[in-house]
């Protein structure tokens, strides 16, 4: 391979700026492949979904609103979240159903149900991305 | 970087200030910034990408940017941010594309509200890191094909570096990756699978053919050249359009090792599916060989 030209003046000055931005790139890349390395070697606890019931606003509609959060190491998709009510003996008499297209781990998803006297939410499943 | 082979000239009615090595810096960088937003933006729209940020395995997204590095340091040498001198130099170009890439991403993702405060690190990180190849491919050929006139002539010692057989078919396989990677990972692959018989099947691989050698030897693009061998038309045919199709169409396997969705239950539309996907990856090729 030939010599390379040495730079001088503003030419070396723009050679070292282009090196310091390369190197706070270097930095950048490194750090975002180590933080998926760690993650995809430390990641394997499954979905843990959790739905609670959100306060009703001031101003709400009646709506019973919900949060679904994942609490587990896996995402999850098409999570199928329904509003039931039960009789008094416990068991469920009317279900309305809605479906989640994904919940990541560690992230929540809020929603509602319309007016229509539901007072319970519950998860009935899942499917794997 | 030089600020001659930049293409700002101090004498230029741009003033002194465009001459300063930080501005043309700058310029260069907003140059790649610009590529890196016209090759990302379809992808940076698209939901599936945005999914696959969560759901991808962790390990195959960090193999993604990895295994992408090298075909950046190879497309540095042949027409990157400047001239370059080395290979040492290719590398910091290549990663700066990178972090130009994760940089366009983020600031668009978080205008649209796709990346926000209070997202856990991991999701985030994820969406950008699924979004981050294509862009560096902008971000490196934003600034060899937007530059100021002048400012990005390739010295022939420097382009003879992929210039041979080889060469052309590293760009057709780095234009396979673009495209196919762009369309790729969305349902309507699977979804055109289903909607086509057989005969459709067979009729895009002749078509997806057809184009390919078109773009690059009949159609009269500008880039395109007349027969390289000099012998038979069947001879370039079959040493670019049908290897640079070929290549396209493995272009459905690193789909496999990079954890994008495939439907390996069913292997008639799974057949389909590669027929489809290679039909973008086939024009992505031949449009590399065309624009690089």
């Known amino acids: 391979m030939a010599d390379q030209p040495r730079r001088t003046g503003p030419q070396a000055l723009a050679e070292r700026i282009e090196w310091a931005i390369g190197a706070v790139a270097a930095a950048l890349v490194v750090a975002v492949i180590g933080f998926l390395v760690v993650e995809g070697l430390a990641r394997a606890e499954p979905p843990d979904l959790r739905v609670h019931l959100l306060p009703l606003a001031a101003d709400d509609d009646g709506s019973l609103r919900f949060a679904v959060e994942n609490r587990g190491g896996t995402a999850v998709s098409g999570v199928v979240v329904s509003a039931i009510r039960r009789d008094a003996d416990g068991a469920v008499t009317d279900k309305r159903s809605l479906t989640i297209d994904h919940v990541p781990p560690g992230s929540r998803v809020t929603g509602g149900f319309l007016p229509s006297g539901f007072a319970e939410v519950v998860v009935e499943g899942y499917v794997d991305p | ?292």
């Open chain 2, 1 to 292: 970087m030089d600020p001659e082979l930049a293409g700002a000239d101090p004498q230029d009615d741009g003033g002194e200030r465009r001459g300063t090595p930080a501005w043309v810096q700058l310029a260069g960088l907003g140059r790649a910034g610009g590529g890196a937003l016209i090759f990302g933006l379809p992808i940076l729209m698209t939901r599936e990408l945005w999914w696959l940020g969560f759901t991808a395995d962790r390990l195959h997204l960090a193999l993604l940017i990895a295994v992408a590095m090298p075909l950046l340091v190879l497309l540095s040498h042949r027409l990157g941010f400047e001239q370059t001198f080395g290979w040492r130099d290719d590398l910091r170009d290549a990663l700066i594309a990178v972090a130009i890439g994760l940089a366009t991403s983020a600031l668009v993702l978080a205008l649209f509200g796709v990346i926000a405060p209070g997202m856990p690190v991991d999701e985030v990180v994820g969406k950008l890191a699924m979004q981050t190849v294509p862009a560096s491919f902008g971000a490196l050929l934003g600034r060899s094909q937007f530059g100021e006139s002048g400012a990005d002539q390739v010295d022939p010692d420097q382009g003879r570096a992929l210039a041979g057989y080889g060469g052309q078919l590293f760009l057709m396989a780095v234009g396979a990756l673009y495209l196919g990677l762009s369309v790729a990972p969305t349902d309507e692959m699977m979804l055109i699978a289903y909607l086509m018989t057989p005969w459709h099947a067979l009729a895009l691989v002749a078509t997806s053919i057809a184009l390919m050698h078109g773009f690059i030897y009949a159609l009269a693009f500008g880039g395109g050249r007349a027969h390289a061998t000099g012998g038979p038309w069947w001879r370039d045919f079959y040493r670019f359009t049908v290897t640079g199709y070929d290549g396209g169409h493995q272009d459905r396997d690193r789909r496999e090792v990079v954890g994008l969705p495939v439907e390996p239950e069913n292997d008639e539309a799974d057949e389909q599916a590669q027929r489809v996907l290679a039909f973008p990856a086939a024009i992505g090729a031949a449009a590399a060989r065309l624009i690089l």
